[in-house]
């Protein structure tokens, strides 16, 4: 072993990269060293945009998606219809749908799902705080967008029921075949969903 | 590296490593089995049909040296879809994938457990209700060789007379007679009704639980003395039954 490997710098900047999902021991060597090899400037721009990310970035004090304005850009937005909401699991989830640009309501974070066999807990998500938002009777809609996994099913669920005496309109997103996939390989779980999820076609 | 196929039942998965799938299964020829199943949370992957939890699957799995097996196929036989579509039986389901995984040996046959936690999905799916639980949880308790004591006193052994009350304690191993009941002892009182209850479940079909119709009362405390007896088994609370309380609305 030469002295680098035990410069206690290095093994600092090892061990942050080896925080990083995905990334082994393996890994952060090469990162580390690929910082040393950046321009002075380079990585002071780096480290200046982690530090000012996680200062500036705050979750939206309506529908906790993480954003840097309170509120976030979406709640604020006066052209959003406000009579419906869309629950998802985390603010990547909005980041998704808004990609669709198919969406024009309102969305609520949950932060998290239901997950019996884990310990987390309905009181572990932001469900208080949707249920606060359905107060002022403006809202129409809840679209449960939780995803089709058994912690999203569970979540999908308990708030269908916790939300039934609102008289709200509750659905749930489709879930069914990938587009440009192959019946073949999907599974039965899937199959069996899609038909469920099923719609008319070609009515004028 | 041994390769081997067998069914399992896919009691825990969670999120491994990126894009990993960290599975704990119920196989039936090789008891509890750690199991990875690389790249199932990348898009169009082959094997996200069959690793889903509360789903029974025909499985090739590799063996290595580690206790970490790894799944390279799994096709689904079963996927349970009730127990998918109801918060109860959803609830229900979690409760008995997770007991399963407290008390199942690792890496040792046990056929007839396999077959128990397989008529459990079946059952719960059928009928996702709290007898239907409490049927499952005395079967696998005695299963284990955990039954508790009705007919002799779990203290001096001697027989138990005949009583409108008596008094359990997990601690003691089951009914306590008034002379082995030391002061301070926690114990749960419980009549007639509720033992022959339990005894009831322990020999009935389970596709004919939902045909005994118990007082609410006599099935509330045979739940009190089920869970009691399971926290002692177990030495810790299982997670989920917390998280069911939780979700009664
Ligand atoms: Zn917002
Ligand atoms: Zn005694």
Redesign the interface.
């Known amino acids: 072993m030469t002295g680098l490997f035990h410069a206690p710098v290095m093994q600092n900047l090892m061990e942050q990269f080896g925080k990083l999902?995905?990334v082994g021991p393996k890994t952060a060597q090469r990162l580390a060293f690929f910082v040393l090899s950046l321009p002075k400037e380079e990585v002071a721009a780096f480290a200046e945009a982690l530090v000012q990310a996680k200062e500036t970035m705050t979750f939206c004090p309506v529908c906790f998606s993480l954003t840097d304005q309170t509120p976030c850009y979406v709640c604020r937005d006066v052209t959003r219809d406000r009579r419906t909401i869309c629950v998802v699991e985390e603010t990547t989830d909005v980041f998704s749908i808004e990609r669709t640009r198919d969406y024009r309501g309102l969305y609520h974070v949950l932060q998290g799902s239901?997950?019996?066999?884990?310990?987390?807990?309905?009181?572990d998500l932001r469900i208080r705080e949707l249920l606060q938002r359905l107060e002022s009777g403006e809202v129409e809609e809840i679209i449960l967008a939780t995803n089709p996994?058994?912690e999203g099913?569970?979540t999908a669920?308990?708030l269908?029921?916790?939300l039934k005496p609102f008289g709200l309109r509750i659905t749930r997103i489709a879930h069914g075949i990938?587009v440009g996939?192959n019946l073949e390989?999907?599974?039965?779980?899937?199959l069996?969903q899609a038909l469920e999820g099923r719609r008319e076609i070609g009515k004028a | 590296m041994v390769q081997y196929k067998t069914e399992a039942l896919v009691l825990?998965?969670?999120k491994y490593?990126?894009a990993d799938g960290l599975l704990t299964l119920l196989t039936r020829h090789r008891g509890k089995v750690s199991a990875v199943a690389r790249g199932i949370y990348k898009?169009?992957s082959?094997l996200?049909?069959?690793v889903?939890?509360?789903?029974l699957n025909a499985m090739l799995l590799n063996a290595g040296r580690s206790t970490l097996h790894s799944l390279n196929q799994s096709d689904?036989l079963e996927?349970f879809?009730p127990l998918?579509?109801?918060?109860d039986a959803?609830?229900a389901a979690?409760?008995w994938?997770?007991l399963l995984?407290s008390f199942a040996m690792e890496e040792q046959e046990d056929t007839g457990m396999f077959q128990l936690a397989l008529a459990g999905f079946y059952g719960l799916a059928a009928c996702p209700e709290p007898l239907m639980i409490h049927a499952l949880e005395i079967r696998l308790m005695n299963r284990m060789g955990y039954a508790p004591s009705f007919r002799v006193c779990a203290g001096c052994g001697k027989p138990i007379e005949p009583s409108p009350q008596y008094s359990f304690s997990a601690d003691a191993g089951g009914l306590v007679c008034s002379h082995c009941r030391c002061e301070g002892q926690p114990v749960i009182r419980l009549g007639p009704a509720v033992i022959s209850l339990w005894q009831g479940l322990e020999n009935i079909s389970l596709d004919k639980v939902n045909r005994i119709r118990p007082q609410p009362e006599v099935l509330g405390r045979l739940g009190k003395v089920s869970q009691a007896w399971i926290l002692y088994q177990l030495g810790r609370p299982l997670?989920?039954w917390?998280?069911?309380k939780?979700?009664e609305?």
């Open positions: 999902p995905g239901i997950s019996p066999m884990d310990g987390r807990q309905p009181e996994d058994v099913e569970t669920l308990y269908a029921r916790l990938p996939s390989h999907a599974d039965a779980a899937t069996s | 825990h998965s969670r490593k990126e898009p169009g082959k996200r049909g069959g889903q939890p509360f789903s689904c996927m879809l998918r579509s109801d918060l959803m609830a979690s409760y994938a997770e995984e997670k989920s917390q998280v069911l939780k979700m609305v």
